[in-house]
Every structure is written in C-alpha cells, then in structure tokens.
C-alpha cells in the first residue's frame, strides 16, 4: 500500500483532533468509493482488473502511466490475455 499525502484545512484537523477515534483513512477510503459510485466503477471490479494485471507483470507505476481510466486498465488486461504466449506458438 502507498501513502499518499492529503492536504486537510484547519477546521478539518481541529474537527479530527476533537474526535481522535473517526479513523480518517477510512473517510478518505469511503469518499473514493463514493467518487467511484458516481463514475460507475464497481470496486471489486476494479480490485479484480489491477491483481490481474500485476498477475501479468505490470507494476502499479506502469498500470499508472498506461491508463488513465477503468477502460483503459481492462483493455490493457485484455489485450495481454489475447495475446499469445511462446509456449501458444510452439504447440502448432
């Protein structure tokens, strides 16, 4: 997992500082999944396309640069599955 850095203003800290159990990751992590809701893009779905691109070899960093959108990552898996590998081509 990366850490991203979040800039928060001063009544947001204040706020947290009042009430230290409110696990601020987990805002963060449901306010994306709510981002997610509005554009349509299931989580699991998501989940499923990124362990199988790593599954394919690609890093997080080329998955980054490659795509910009949940299109894109599942034509880049798709295309990798279609394409034939050397142990295809000798078999014919």
Partial sequence: MITRSV???DIDDLYLMWND?????ALYRRALRE???V???DPDELRDLLERAREQGYTL???AEDTNRFDDL???VEEQQSQPTAEDATDD
């Avoid at 159990?21 to 990751?25: E, R, T, V, Y």
């Fill in 21 to 25: 159990h409110i696990n601020a990751s």
């Fill in 35 to 37: 981002e997610m809701e």
């Fill in 74 to 76: 599942q034509s880049l």
């Fill in 39 to 41: 554009r349509g893009v």
């Fill in 7 to 9: 800039t928060i203003e």
């Fill in 61 to 63: 960093e080329e998955i």
